[in-house]
């Protein structure tokens, strides 16, 4: 499948490609592990390095104010949260924010509230759990501008 112009894969390659990092495509097992893209670069030592990547592309939604995260997907398995992307990159309308996900995990952990019952309105899923009727999911919605507490966070404007 070959992605449109100005599609976010496009930009997200684009962007990748202009601070000198080689993209890949991850196997079919890694596909099915929430990696979007093996990504290869000199770090500040001058060794390549290699990391996985989880793109969150913001599709069609109009604010980049906040962000959904996944502990458990609609079928009740395992969420992207705790698959094996070294990284977690958030779309947003002029550029991407690239978090490292074990950390992501333990800020979020310490963040929400586990203990409290599940909210059945999207609106209230603020830093709370929630589950849609009929699914078996457990989501929450952070505030962007939280990502950048987690220490490693990086900005990458759009090319």
């Not at 930009?11 to 890694?30: E, G, I, M, N, W």
Request: aromatic residues 12%; contains cysteine; charged residues 30%.
């Amino acid at each position: 499948m070959c992605a449109a112009p100005n599609s976010p894969q496009v930009d997200f390659k684009a962007t990748a490609l202009a601070r000198h990092y080689k993209l890949s495509r991850p196997s079919r097992v890694q596909k099915a592990q929430h990696i979007d893209y093996i990504m290869s670069g000199l770090d500040q030592q001058k060794r390549v390095t290699t990391v996985t990547l989880d793109i969150k592309y913001r599709g069609k939604k109009k604010s980049d104010a906040w962000q959904w995260i996944e502990f458990r997907n609609p079928a009740g398995k395992t969420g992207w949260l705790y698959q094996t992307a070294d990284f977690i990159v958030f779309e947003r309308r002029q550029d991407f924010i690239l978090v490292n996900r074990k950390k992501l995990v333990d800020w979020v952990n310490n963040k929400i509230r586990h203990d409290l019952p599940f909210v059945t309105n999207s609106w209230h899923a603020k830093y709370r759990l929630f589950k849609r009727p009929n699914k078996n999911e457990s989501i929450t919605q952070i505030k962007t501008s939280d990502l950048f507490e987690i220490s490693g966070t990086h900005i990458w404007r759009k090319q």
